[in-house]
DNA sequence: GCCCTTG
DNA sequence: CAAGGGCAACGCTTT
DNA sequence: AAAGCG
């Protein structure tokens, strides 16, 4: 016969641990077992039942519990004597299980059915009968492997009958309420070909817009959105849970693949994982479908990163400021970029701002771009400078404009056009055309629900132009913005 | 939302 | 099995 | 140096 204890045996040293050496016995018919804390380099509580002439043994972290609704991890270790049920002391520093053991509760056990064949398949049903634990269990294995190829189980308390029936009241309500009140998910719905599920979970209380609106949103725009999108690293505000979750962002692929997105060649940026990029209403939906609320790009497309296509200016007021401040800032920026021979488009952010963008060739490097755009920002704040700032933070633009140029930075990404918000009411960072801008009345104007009507009822694109316009820096511009030691 | 790790 | 963490990055400004 | 912010 095989020697059961063959691993108990190969793992201790008997000169120097305390624990018994014994050896396999015959079948019982009364059962032993036993649970002992083990204060070892993590305390954790060994449950131990004798069966077939050895001590079948898990490690349970949180050792158990009588609560029939927990179900607790028993990671199965080797078997162990029978003697160890006896055992308590001290195991020595460097041996194995080094740490204080003592038994917790010990008594007999009763398999419910044949327990050999219970511990052959994996489910084990049981009574306890010791000072602490009592009535029926059931040891389930799981067809999870744990760590070192120990098989994990988990050790539930099955609810009792009769002795625990006076109690037995206070367990019915004990039991999880909550889930079954919970409302039945909704029905999956389709779009796009991609599934939609809790299709009418509201994402935004405010507004009772739900994840579906949000998904049709992104249909019905796709047509708009996607050229902005096209061939471009796209960071994604992702969160499930709707607004009142927790929201992340996403800039790489992950595990978790989000069907129909794209993923650029890993060269684009080495040292990450794959970059981003929607070229699909299907893609767009199936972000959606993700949880994706915003999404943010990059002023770069995946084939050049080098050279950016736009220069990109966040008008941020102070939320104080009156909104046609706010347009009077926007179109100074414009006139002063005019001035300087470049075109610009301008959008709401969505938020409390304005955005104002120039396209360009893509034949400038970042940092003539970023020194630009930095510079124009400059000239504008010295020549108004109670109108607008370019220094970051709450303090620094009281009753102003703060001109944020740093989203031309090359790491930097900005909230594409006919992005969602996610902010109360799921507005949308909305292109305009410069002659509409007076009758824009403020960031957050349109959302989800308005914007596709306001598409319908425009007589063209207000960026209409923006593809077809590629702009350089010219050396006439630098110098105007004082600029002469920088190449275009 | 989903994967992976942890208890 | 259930619960919880991770899912970005940078420059700027203030402490 | 580290934390907070956009
Ligand atoms: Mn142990
Ligand atoms: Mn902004």
Redesign the pocket.
């Known amino acids: 016969m095989p020697n059961k204890l063959a691993t108990y045996h190969a793992k201790r040293n008997f000169r120097i641990t305390s624990e018994p050496r014994g050896q396999a016995q015959r079948a019982q018919d009364e059962l032993r077992f036993v649970v002992q804390r083990h204060d070892a380099s993590k305390l954790h509580y060994d449950f131990r039942l004798e069966l077939d002439g050895t001590l079948k043994s898990w490690a349970i ?2 050792g158990p519990s009588m609560n029939p609704a927990d ?1 607790r ?1 028993a990671v199965q270790v080797e078997d162990h004597p029978i003697s160890y049920a006896d055992f308590e002391g001290i195991i020595p520093a460097h041996q194995y299980g080094a740490g204080k053991v003592e038994i917790w509760d010990s008594g007999i056990w009763e398999a419910r059915g044949d327990a050999a064949q219970g511990y052959r398949d994996g489910k084990l049903k049981f009574h306890l009968y010791g000072d602490k634990l009592h009535g029926s269990w059931t040891l389930v294995r ?1 067809r ?1 492997a ?2 070192g190829n120990k098989q ?1 189980w ?1 050790l539930i308390k099955e609810r009792d009958e009769a002795a625990r029936s006076d109690s037995g009241i206070d367990e019915e309500a004990d039991k999880p309420v909550g889930k079954l009140l919970k409302h039945a998910p909704s029905k999956p719905a389709t779009l796009q070909g991609i599934t939609i ?2 299709p009418e ?1 509201v994402i935004d209380p405010a507004s009772g817009l739900t ?1 579906l609106d949000l998904a049709h949103y992104y249909d019905a725009v796709a047509p708009y959105l996607l050229p902005y999108l096209k061939n471009r690293p796209v ?1 994604l505000l ?1 969160s ?2 709707g607004l009142t979750g ?1 929201a ?5 692929a ?3 693949a989000i069907p129909e997105i794209a993923i650029l060649d890993p060269s684009v940026d080495p040292e ?2 794959p970059l981003l990029v929607i070229n699909s209403a299907k893609a767009l939906v199936s972000a959606a ?3 994706t609320i915003e999404l943010h790009t990059c002023n770069a497309r995946a084939d050049c990163m080098d050279k950016p296509d736009c220069m990109v200016f ?1 008008l ?1 007021p102070d939320p104080k400021l009156k909104w046609q401040r706010v347009v009077d800032g926007a179109r100074l920026l414009r006139e002063f970029l005019n001035e300087l021979g470049l075109d610009s488009f301008v959008k709401t952010s969505g938020s409390k701002g304005l955005h104002v963008v120039v396209p360009l060739a893509r034949r400038h490097t970042w940092e003539t771009v970023t020194r630009c755009s930095e510079a124009v920002a400059r000239h504008l704040a010295e020549t108004f400078p109670r109108k607008f700032g370019i ?6 633009r009281v009753c102003k404009i703060y001109i ?1 140029h ?1 989203r031309n ?1 090359k ?3 900005t909230v594409a056009p006919y992005s969602v918000r996610a902010r109360q009411g799921l507005s949308v960072s909305t292109p305009l055309s410069w002659d509409e801008l007076d009758d824009v009345t403020n960031s957050a104007m349109w959302n989800i629900q308005s914007l596709p009507a306001r598409l319908k009822a425009l007589k063209k694109d207000p960026w209409e132009a923006y593809g077809n316009t590629r702009q350089t820096i010219s050396k006439a511009m630098l110098r105007k913005l004082d600029m002469k030691d920088a190449a275009p």
């Open positions: 972290p949180k179900k991890l799981t999870m744990g760590g994990q988990l599920t809790h979970r994840k960071y992702r499930p849970g927790k992340f962002f996403q800039r790489h992950i595990r978790a990450h994982q479908q993700m949880g966040d941020d220094k970051m933070g709450e303090q620094n944020d740093l930075q790491m930097a990404s």
